[in-house]
DNA sequence: GAGCACTGC
C-alpha cells in the first residue's frame, strides 16, 4: 500500500518569516484576547511597534499626498494612525475604510476607549450599514461601501482631509473602485491625504498607480511607500517532500502527526469547502476515538468551522479546550481574514481555495478550486504566530510554492460587472474604459455589463445613466435586476410583495437545516408547507408572511424550522427598501388576486436570467443556450418540470444549477422585454 | 441531491 502519510522538510534558510516580538491585543477584523490589559493604556499604545514611526509617519504625510502603508496585523496601523493626526491637530475628519462591518466598529470602539471617549458621540464614530453616526467624528470608520456611498453625495470628499484605506491587499470590488476614484479625487484636492494599509508584495504597484509624479513641476514622487513591523512570533515553515495525493487524508495524518509527538498548542487546518472540513472532522473523530482506547492519550477536539455552519457551531470554536484536551480546528478559508481562533500554534495548509470566477460566455458565476497566492499562504501561516512561536505544516511542496501567484486576482476582474459598472457611472463616469482600474477587468466582462444595464434601461445607447432609472437603480446597494424589478413594483401594483421577495432574496437561506436526528424530516415537511407551484420567491412570501402573521415571534420560527435571526434581518432590509421606494414615487400597494402580477414583475428585470424545458429534459438559457439544472433546493426540483422559469442565480459547481426559480409565461417575456427577446427565439 | 468568503440600501 502507498505511504499516504506526509513527509513534511524545512526548508534550507527559513528560521522564520515573521519577526520576532510580542503579540499585541489588536487587530482588524476581531476579537482575541488582550493580554496586556492590566497595562495603561498610554502604555500600551507606546509598546506597538507603529510607535516607533509616529514622526516619521506624520513626517511622510506633510510631504507626499499618498503613503502607501506596509505592515502586518497586529502593528496597529488601522488605530493608531488616526490618533497621531489627530494628536497632531490635524483639520477636518479623517475617514477609515475596512471591508468588514465588524471591523469597522470594534476599531471605533477601541479607539474611543484610547482616547477616553464616547463612540458614536465624541471624537470617534463609525458607519456601516443600518448603523450610521449622525454627528461629524474627526475619525471615522466605515466600510468600504459607505465611504462610495458618500462620494455620490459629495464627489470629492470635502469633508474628509484624509482618507485611510485598510487591508487594500484583500482588493474586494469595493477597494478598487475607491482606489480609481481616490486617484481621481487625489489630482483635484492636493491637500487631501490618502493612507493606503495593505500587506506586503504589492505596495510597489499600488504606488505607481498612485504616483502622480508626471503633472507636478518637479517630477516629486506624489507618493511613498513606508513598512511597519508587525507584532508576530516567528513560524517555522514546513514542506511536504513529496506531492501528497488526497489533501484532505494528508491533513488528518499531519494532525495525528502533531497529536502524537506531544508538542502542545491547538491546531488550524485550512480545507476548501464544507464537504472536505465535514469529511476531514469524521476521519479525525474516528482516528480520535482508537488513539484513546489505545493509549490514554491527551484527547483532541476536533471542531469544523465554515461560513454556514449555525451561530451556536461557530461559537465553539472560540472556546479554549478543555484541559487535558487539545483543541483542532477543521476550517474554510473563513479562518484566513474574518474570524481569528485564539492559541492557535500549528497550522495545516492545503494549498487551494474556492473562488468565485464569472464566465463571459455563460454568464455564470463558477465556484472554482484554485491554488492559493503567495500572499494567502504567509497569511494563513500568520495564524500560528500570535500565541508564541508556531508551526505551519503545507501540504504541497516547496517547488510547488515557489510558483504560486504573488498575490489573488483581484474580485474585480473574475466578477459580473453589472453592479460596479453602475456604480462608478453614478459618480460621473460615463466612459468605463478611461476610468482608473487598478487591475483592469477583461473588455469581454466590461462589454457583458454594459449590455445589460442597456436592456435594463438603466443607460441609454451612448452609454450614459438614464433618468430617473439608471440614477435610481444605482442608489439601491442591490444587483442591477432586483433594483429593477422594485423599482417596476408600482406598475405591477405589487410593490408590497416585491420588497419582501428582494429582502429575502438578501440574507442566506432562512430555512433552518438540522444536520441530526428525527428533525431532518420534519424540517422538510414544514417547508413543504410553503411551497408553492410558482416557484421559490412565491414561496418565500409565503414565508415572510407566515412570520409577520404570527407576529414575528420566535417560537413560530422554531416550529417551522426557520432561522429568525435571518428573518429579523429581512425586516429590516424590507423598511430600508420601503423608504427608497416611498422616496422614488413608488406607491406601495399589495396584489391581491393573483401571483400574475408579481411574477411579471419578476421578469421585467430578471428577463436575462430566462431559461425554457428542452426536449431533451434539461433547461437552457434563451440568451446562449447554455444547459441548466434544477437546484436540489429549490421546490421546482420535487414538482414536474415548468416549460418557463427564470432564475435569480447560477452555481457552477459540479454542473451549472440554477437557484431561485419562479415559473413564468414566455409571452411576458416578449411582452416585458421585447427589446431582449425576439419571437423568433421562441420558434427554432 | 448540494453547500468559499465578504459588503452596500
Given at each position: 500500500?502507498?505511504?499516504?502519510?506526509?513527509?513534511?522538510?524545512?526548508p534550507?534558510d527559513t528560521n522564520s518569516y515573521l519577526d520576532k516580538s510580542?503579540?499585541?491585543?489588536?487587530e482588524t477584523s476581531?476579537?482575541?484576547?488582550?493580554?496586556?490589559?492590566?497595562?495603561?493604556?498610554?502604555?500600551?499604545?507606546?509598546?506597538?511597534p507603529i510607535?516607533?514611526n509616529?514622526?516619521?509617519i506624520?513626517?511622510l504625510?506633510?510631504?507626499h499626498?499618498t503613503l502607501i502603508l506596509v505592515g502586518e496585523t497586529g502593528c496597529g496601523k488601522s488605530?493608531?494612525i488616526?490618533?497621531?493626526?489627530?494628536?497632531?491637530?490635524?483639520?477636518?475628519?479623517?475617514?477609515?475604510c475596512e471591508p468588514r462591518?465588524?471591523a469597522?466598529?470594534?476599531?471605533?470602539?477601541?479607539?474611543?476607549?484610547?482616547?477616553?471617549?464616547?463612540?458614536?458621540?465624541?471624537?470617534?464614530?463609525?458607519?456601516?450599514?443600518?448603523?450610521?453616526?449622525?454627528?461629524?467624528?474627526?475619525?471615522?470608520?466605515?466600510?468600504e461601501?459607505?465611504?462610495?456611498?458618500?462620494?455620490?453625495?459629495?464627489?470629492?470628499?470635502?469633508?474628509?482631509?484624509?482618507?485611510m484605506m485598510d487591508e487594500v491587499h484583500e482588493r474586494s470590488l469595493y477597494t478598487d473602485?475607491l482606489m480609481g476614484?481616490m486617484k481621481?479625487?487625489?489630482?483635484?484636492?492636493?491637500?487631501?491625504?490618502l493612507i493606503v494599509a495593505s500587506a506586503t508584495l504589492d505596495a510597489k504597484e499600488l504606488k505607481d498607480f498612485f504616483n502622480?509624479?508626471?503633472?507636478?513641476?518637479?517630477?516629486?514622487d506624489?507618493a511613498v511607500i513606508m513598512s511597519v513591523e508587525g507584532r508576530q512570533y516567528p513560524v517555522d515553515i514546513?514542506y511536504?517532500?513529496?506531492?501528497?495525493?488526497?489533501?484532505?487524508?494528508?491533513?488528518?495524518?499531519?494532525?495525528?502527526?502533531?497529536?502524537?509527538?506531544?508538542?502542545?498548542?491547538?491546531?488550524?487546518?485550512f480545507?476548501?469547502?464544507?464537504?472536505?472540513?465535514?469529511?476531514?472532522?469524521?476521519?479525525?473523530?474516528?482516528?480520535?476515538?482508537?488513539?484513546?482506547?489505545?493509549?490514554?492519550?491527551?484527547?483532541?477536539?476536533?471542531?469544523?468551522?465554515?461560513?454556514?455552519?449555525?451561530?451556536?457551531?461557530?461559537?465553539?470554536?472560540?472556546?479554549?479546550?478543555?484541559?487535558?484536551?487539545?483543541?483542532?480546528?477543521?476550517?474554510?478559508n473563513?479562518a484566513e481574514t474574518s474570524?481569528?481562533?485564539?492559541?492557535?500554534?500549528?497550522v495545516?495548509d492545503?494549498g487551494f481555495v474556492?473562488m468565485?470566477?464569472?464566465?463571459?460566455?455563460?454568464?455564470?458565476?463558477?465556484?472554482?478550486?484554485l491554488p492559493i497566492s503567495k500572499s494567502s499562504a504567509d497569511q494563513r501561516a500568520g495564524r500560528a504566530g500570535r500565541?508564541?512561536?508556531g508551526?505551519v505544516?503545507r501540504?504541497y511542496?516547496e517547488e510547488f510554492a515557489a510558483k504560486l501567484a504573488l498575490s489573488t486576482p483581484p474580485e474585480m476582474v473574475r466578477?459580473?460587472?453589472?453592479?460596479?459598472?453602475?456604480?462608478?457611472?453614478?459618480?460621473?463616469?460615463?466612459?468605463?474604459?478611461?476610468?482608473n482600474f487598478p487591475s483592469p477587468p477583461?473588455?469581454?466582462?466590461?462589454?457583458?455589463?454594459?449590455?445589460?444595464?442597456?436592456?435594463?434601461?438603466?443607460?441609454?445607447?451612448?452609454?450614459?445613466?438614464?433618468?430617473?432609472?439608471?440614477?435610481?437603480?444605482?442608489?439601491?446597494?442591490?444587483?442591477?435586476?432586483?433594483?429593477?424589478?422594485?423599482?417596476?413594483?408600482?406598475?405591477?401594483?405589487?410593490?408590497?410583495?416585491?420588497?419582501?421577495?428582494?429582502?429575502?432574496?438578501?440574507?442566506?437561506?432562512?430555512?433552518?437545516?438540522?444536520?441530526?436526528?428525527?428533525?431532518?424530516?420534519?424540517?422538510?415537511?414544514?417547508?413543504?408547507?410553503?411551497?408553492?407551484?410558482?416557484?421559490?420567491?412565491?414561496?418565500?412570501?409565503?414565508?415572510?408572511?407566515?412570520?409577520?402573521?404570527?407576529?414575528?415571534?420566535?417560537?413560530?420560527?422554531?416550529?417551522?424550522?426557520?432561522?429568525?435571526?435571518?428573518?429579523?434581518?429581512?425586516?429590516?432590509?424590507?423598511?430600508?427598501?420601503?423608504?427608497?421606494?416611498?422616496?422614488?414615487?413608488?406607491?406601495?400597494?399589495?396584489?391581491?388576486?393573483?401571483?400574475?402580477?408579481?411574477?411579471?414583475?419578476?421578469?421585467?428585470?430578471?428577463?436575462?436570467?430566462?431559461?425554457?424545458?428542452?426536449?431533451?429534459?434539461?433547461?437552457?438559457?434563451?440568451?446562449?443556450?447554455?444547459?441548466?439544472?434544477?437546484?436540489?433546493?429549490?421546490?421546482?426540483?420535487?414538482?414536474?418540470?415548468?416549460?418557463?422559469?427564470?432564475?435569480?442565480?447560477?452555481?457552477?459547481?459540479?454542473?451549472?444549477?440554477?437557484?431561485?426559480?419562479?415559473?413564468?409565461?414566455?409571452?411576458?417575456?416578449?411582452?416585458?422585454?421585447?427589446?431582449?427577446?425576439?419571437?423568433?427565439?421562441?420558434?427554432?
Amino acid at each position: 500500500m502507498t505511504d499516504f502519510k506526509p513527509r513534511f522538510v524545512k526548508p534550507a534558510d527559513t528560521n522564520s518569516y515573521l519577526d520576532k516580538s510580542e503579540s499585541y491585543a489588536i487587530e482588524t477584523s476581531d476579537f482575541i484576547y488582550n493580554k496586556h490589559i492590566s497595562q495603561s493604556i498610554q502604555t500600551q499604545r507606546q509598546r506597538l511597534p507603529i510607535f516607533n514611526n509616529r514622526n516619521h509617519i506624520l513626517y511622510l504625510l506633510e510631504k507626499h499626498q499618498t503613503l502607501i502603508l506596509v505592515g502586518e496585523t497586529g502593528c496597529g496601523k488601522s488605530t493608531q494612525i488616526p490618533q497621531y493626526m489627530i494628536e497632531a491637530e490635524w483639520p477636518g475628519q479623517i475617514g477609515v475604510c475596512e471591508p468588514r462591518r465588524v471591523a469597522a466598529i470594534s476599531l471605533a470602539n477601541r479607539v474611543a476607549d484610547e482616547m477616553g471617549c464616547l463612540v458614536q458621540q465624541d471624537a470617534v464614530g463609525y458607519a456601516v450599514r443600518f448603523d450610521a453616526c449622525h454627528n461629524k467624528p474627526k475619525i471615522k470608520y466605515m466600510t468600504e461601501g459607505i465611504l462610495l456611498r458618500e462620494m455620490m453625495a459629495d464627489p470629492l470628499l470635502k469633508n474628509y482631509s484624509a482618507i485611510m484605506m485598510d487591508e487594500v491587499h484583500e482588493r474586494s470590488l469595493y477597494t478598487d473602485i475607491l482606489m480609481g476614484l481616490m486617484k481621481k479625487i487625489l489630482r483635484k484636492r492636493k491637500e487631501l491625504r490618502l493612507i493606503v494599509a495593505s500587506a506586503t508584495l504589492d505596495a510597489k504597484e499600488l504606488k505607481d498607480f498612485f504616483n502622480n509624479n508626471q503633472t507636478n513641476e518637479k517630477k516629486k514622487d506624489t507618493a511613498v511607500i513606508m513598512s511597519v513591523e508587525g507584532r508576530q512570533y516567528p513560524v517555522d515553515i514546513f514542506y511536504v517532500a513529496e506531492p501528497v495525493p488526497c489533501y484532505i487524508q494528508a491533513s488528518v495524518d499531519a494532525v495525528l502527526k502533531i497529536h502524537s509527538s506531544k508538542q502542545p498548542g491547538d491546531v488550524l487546518v485550512f480545507l476548501t469547502g464544507q464537504e472536505e472540513v465535514e469529511r476531514a472532522v469524521r476521519l479525525l473523530n474516528e482516528h480520535a476515538h482508537l488513539l484513546e482506547e489505545a493509549q490514554k492519550k491527551e484527547k483532541l477536539l476536533v471542531l469544523p468551522m465554515y461560513g454556514s455552519l449555525p451561530y451556536h457551531d461557530q461559537m465553539k470554536v472560540f472556546k479554549p479546550a478543555p484541559n487535558g484536551c487539545r483543541k483542532v480546528v477543521v476550517a474554510t478559508n473563513v479562518a484566513e481574514t474574518s474570524v481569528t481562533i485564539s492559541g492557535i500554534v500549528h497550522v495545516i495548509d492545503c494549498g487551494f481555495v474556492k473562488m468565485k470566477w464569472y464566465n463571459t460566455e455563460t454568464h455564470t458565476d463558477s465556484l472554482v478550486t484554485l491554488p492559493i497566492s503567495k500572499s494567502s499562504a504567509d497569511q494563513r501561516a500568520g495564524r500560528a504566530g500570535r500565541v508564541r512561536s508556531g508551526k505551519v505544516y503545507r501540504l504541497y511542496t516547496e517547488e510547488f510554492a515557489a510558483k504560486l501567484a504573488l498575490s489573488t486576482p483581484p474580485e474585480m476582474v473574475r466578477s459580473n460587472l453589472t453592479f460596479p459598472v453602475l456604480q462608478i457611472k453614478a459618480l460621473g463616469i460615463n466612459n468605463i474604459l478611461k476610468f482608473n482600474f487598478p487591475s483592469p477587468p477583461p473588455v469581454q466582462n466590461l462589454k457583458s455589463a454594459l449590455e445589460i444595464l442597456y436592456a435594463l434601461d438603466a443607460i441609454d445607447i451612448q452609454g450614459e445613466l438614464t433618468a430617473p432609472m439608471g440614477f435610481h437603480m444605482a442608489e439601491f446597494a442591490l444587483d442591477p435586476l432586483y433594483s429593477k424589478v422594485l423599482l417596476a413594483s408600482g406598475d405591477f401594483d405589487c410593490s408590497e410583495e416585491i420588497l419582501t421577495i428582494i429582502s429575502m432574496l438578501q440574507v442566506e437561506t432562512v430555512f433552518t437545516k438540522p444536520s441530526t436526528g428525527a428533525s431532518i424530516i420534519k424540517a422538510k415537511i414544514q417547508k413543504r408547507l410553503f411551497e408553492v407551484e410558482e416557484g421559490d420567491l412565491i414561496t418565500y412570501l409565503n414565508v415572510f408572511n407566515g412570520f409577520v402573521q404570527s407576529e414575528m415571534s420566535q417560537g413560530y420560527c422554531h416550529k417551522n424550522f426557520l432561522n429568525y435571526k435571518s428573518l429579523k434581518r429581512v425586516v429590516e432590509i424590507r423598511n430600508r427598501l420601503e423608504k427608497m421606494l416611498k422616496n422614488y414615487d413608488v406607491p406601495i400597494v399589495s396584489s391581491i388576486r393573483s401571483t400574475e402580477a408579481i411574477r411579471k414583475c419578476l421578469v421585467k428585470g430578471l428577463f436575462p436570467n430566462a431559461a425554457y424545458l428542452h426536449h431533451s429534459g434539461v433547461y437552457k438559457t434563451i440568451r446562449g443556450d447554455i444547459e441548466l439544472y434544477v437546484h436540489p433546493d429549490s421546490v421546482i426540483y420535487t414538482i414536474p418540470q415548468p416549460q418557463w422559469v427564470i432564475f435569480c442565480e447560477v452555481v457552477h459547481t459540479t454542473k451549472l444549477f440554477m437557484r431561485d426559480l419562479t415559473v413564468i409565461d414566455n409571452e411576458w417575456l416578449l411582452e416585458l422585454a421585447p427589446h431582449f427577446y425576439y419571437k423568433t427565439t421562441f420558434h427554432e
